[in-house]
């Protein structure tokens, strides 16, 4: 079934095109509230209710754009409401400890490469992760974090940096990269 | 910072990108059993509805029709001349004589083998006449009958009334035979009188006296249980081959999906109540409704892999690709050997004929049939996928309406007031369990032993 297909089929509220849409991009989606998510069962709410929003909203998409994208942003914006509906940047958890933090080989998932790297980006504290998450990956500016999260634009971009300096700092610990005064080497990962 | 990913310098965000956007996850099914609850509630909600609204008008006709037919009682207390009967008589002495009581409060209409005894004791001319004494027997009380009592007064008696009518609060005509008159009894008017108030000492009135009148209805009531073991048997329906043009697709299809599919029977049951109506002596028309569990477990790997299953829809071929949990063999099996249950909950309205073949004084023999219009409650089932590979969620096929047919023999046993059977039933489902869209077939067969007891309604 074709992407235009499956959509105009989801709006006349087909069971067999909801759950094909839902089949092709939840392995994609949850990857995005994996990342954002402390924990599965966050992330699994957090997919849960992005997918309810995507389906009841699916009617405002009018085929202009990248589909998929604009999937990604409506989940993201699930992630981020879902973060602050619950607090979860009160969290607080210590840069010390994190580094003792052993990356979790969960599920089959784990042998993709990159897997680690997510697990990794995961052991961050929120704060640095979700701004990480907007900036690097997702591709929002520091301004339109700091909407998004209600900080300042200055705070997007200290976390940021802070955040990027843990973040290779883990990488290294775990041996996943080997620093070489201006580069880094793969190392785990890329033998494979 | 430049890292290096294999030979080729890359920096921090072009590193995290490249790999966040190959990172995959998959959810737990139970996710999308909620979002799909969430968004199709209307799929669910006829349903229920649909079975609130039947069992309301089961739960009203069956209180129509159980509902107690009034108890016709009479009861007297005491044992004075306690009643005043305006009694008028269209009498030529000998023939039924006609009158009306108020001392019942409403109005009755018995037909009875009545012994009568009166004694009238005197016969005032003027006003009040006394019978000194009134034997009733009453016996074998019928519906929709008269109280009959022939009057054998001689010719020349006659009651004469005074003119003190009480009112007539409620009618009840009888037809009364007075078979021991005395023949003393002075009645003047020989061709019509009127007893305006008639005090009577009536033995029958005089003990307290309850005639429970009970109409017997023809309907009876049937409670069961069934406890049956499920079998089914798949069909392909292949013709999306001429589509496929994977060989591994193709290898699938050289398959017999039975050899493929490890399908274990378990016990499931069904409860229900029926109402039987006869059409003869022997033969009854029932209807009613049951509750279906039916279960059956398959045997599966635990796996990780992509589930697809390929339709024929306007001679185009479409794949519902999943991620599935469950392998249907070891080969793709990354973990234990696992049982997927496969539990359907149905509601359904049998109706039928049951013919009682043979009927002793105690012990029996009955067949029956009946067909099932039957809706399914649930959906979280498993499906194999076209390729023979995995097994899926079957929720977006399954089937809401289905038809059953059934066809049980029993052994009855009467005791005082239940008739007992017990017998084989088998039980087939007419229409595949999932909907066309699903090229795989599956026809089902419950076999099991039916337990029950039929009473009459009153």
Known sequence: MSETALIENCINNSAVAQRELYNRYSGILFGICYRYASCRQDAEDMLQEGFIKIFSKISSFENKGNFEGWMKRVIVHTCINYLKKNKKFEDQVSLDSIFNLEVREESIASKLLGKQVMECLRLLPIGYRTVINLYAIEGYSHSEIGEMLEIGESTSRSQYIRGKHVLESILIKKRLIKPDVDRVEWLAYLSN | ?458
Do not use: C
């Open chain 2, 1 to 458: 910072m430049i890292f290096n990913k294999g030979n080729t310098p890359v920096n921090f965000e072009e590193l995290l990108l490249s790999e966040a956007s190959r990172y995959r996850m998959y959810p737990s099914e139970k996710v999308w059993e909620n979002i799909r609850k969430d968004i199709q509630p209307q799929t669910r909600w006829p349903a229920l509805i649909t079975i609130f609204v039947f069992i309301v008008l089961a739960l009203t006709v069956s209180t129509i029709i159980n509902y107690p037919k009034e108890k016709i009682s009479i009861t007297k207390t005491t044992n004075q001349y306690l009643r005043v009967a305006t009694v008028k008589t269209q009498q030529k002495v000998g023939s039924p004589i006609f009158y009306t009581q108020n001392f019942y409060d409403k109005t009755i209409k018995v037909n009875s083998h009545i012994k009568t005894t009166n004694k009238l004791s005197e016969v005032n001319q003027t006003s009040q006449k006394v019978f000194s004494s009134v034997e009733n027997k009453v016996n074998n009380v019928d519906e929709n009958s008269t109280l009959s009592i022939h009057n054998t007064l001689p010719v020349s008696h006659s009651v004469v009334s005074n003119t003190n009518f009480e009112p007539i609060e409620s009618v009840y005509t009888k037809e009364v035979t007075n078979q021991l008159l005395e023949p003393s009894i002075q009645i003047k008017n020989s061709s019509q009188f009127a007893i305006n108030t008639l005090q009577l000492n009536d033995e029958f009135l005089n003990s307290k006296k309850t005639i429970n009148k009970t109409a017997k209805s023809k309907w009876q009531v049937q409670y069961y249980a069934t406890l049956s073991n499920s079998y089914r048997t798949l069909e392909d329906d292949k013709t999306r081959s001429r589509y496929i043009s994977a060989l591994s697709d193709r290898v699938a299809l050289s398959k017999n999906v039975n050899d493929v599919v490890i399908h274990k029977p378990m016990t499931g049951a069904e409860i229900g109540a029926t109402l039987l109506y006869p059409i003869t002596k022997k033969l009854f028309i029932k209807t009613g409704i049951q509750f279906n569990i039916r279960q059956y477990n398959i045997d599966a790997y635990n796996a990780y892999g992509e589930a697809n299953i390929s339709f024929v829809r306007n001679n185009q071929l479409s794949t519902l690709s999943t991620i599935s949990g469950y392998s249907t063999n070891f080969e793709n099996a990354l973990g234990a050997k696992t049982n997927l249950q496969n539990k359907l909950y149905e509601v359904s309205v049998p109706i039928g004929l049951e013919w009682n073949v043979y009927e002793g004084s105690k012990w029996g023999l009955s067949l029956t049939g009946s067909v099932e219009p039957t809706l399914a409650l649930n959906r979280n089932n498993f499906i194999v996928s076209t390729d023979y590979k995995y097994y899926t969620d079957a929720s977006p096929f399954v089937r809401n309406f289905n038809i059953n047919t059934s066809a049980a023999m029993f052994f009855t046993m009467r005791t005082k007031s239940l008739k007992w059977f017990l017998g084989p039933q088998i039980r087939f489902q007419q229409l595949p369990t999932y909907n066309d869209l699903y090229p795989i077939k599956e026809y089902r067969v419950d076999y099991g032993i039916k337990i029950g007891f039929t009473k009459p309604l009153h």
